[in-house]
C-alpha cells in the first residue's frame, strides 16, 4: 500500500504529473488510501483508474481471478467482492487431472490424434 502520508501522496503525484506531460493517456492507481487517489486525480486531467484505491476515481479494475475467487492459498485480497469461489472448481480440475496422467487414465484413445487409413513407417 503506497500514499499512507501527505509526503508520500505528494510523490506519486509528482510521478503521475510527469507521467502525464510525458504523454500518458491514463493512469492506474493500485492499493491507495481513497483521499489519497481522489487528491491524485483531482490534479491530473486524463483519467485515472484505480484498482484498490476506493471510489473517487475515473473507473475500476479488478482482475478476473479476484472477482470470481480464483485464489490461492489464504490470499483473500480487500479490494474486491469475491462474487464467486472459483478456486474450488479450478483446484478440483488440477488435482483430477494429475490423478488421471499418474493413474494411466489420460490420455486415453479418444484424446489422441488418428494417423491416416494405410500410413506405414518405414525401417529406422
Known amino acids: 500500500m503506497q500514499g499512507k502520508t ?13 507521467l502525464q506531460d510525458a504523454g500518458a493517456f491514463a493512469i492506474l492507481l493500485e492499493a491507495l488510501p481513497p483521499e489519497s487517489a481522489a487528491h491524485i486525480r483531482a490534479n491530473l486531467s486524463i483519467p485515472v483508474y484505480g484498482i484498490g484505491a476506493g471510489p473517487d476515481v475515473d473507473g475500476q479494475l479488478v482482475i478476473s481471478h479476484d472477482l470470481l475467487g480464483n485464489f490461492v492459498g489464504s490470499v483473500k485480497p ?42 506405414q513407417l518405414g525401417i529406422a
Open 6 to 18: 501527505a509526503a508520500a501522496t505528494d510523490l506519486i503525484l509528482q510521478d503521475a504529473l510527469a
Open 78 to 119: 480487500r479490494f474486491v467482492s469475491r462474487l464467486a469461489h472459483v478456486d474450488a472448481i479450478v483446484t478440483g480440475a488440477f488435482t483430477q487431472y494429475a490423478s488421471d496422467v499418474r493413474g494411466g487414465v489420460f490420455p486415453a484413445p479418444q484424446h489422441c490424434y488418428q494417423r491416416d487409413p494405410g500410413f
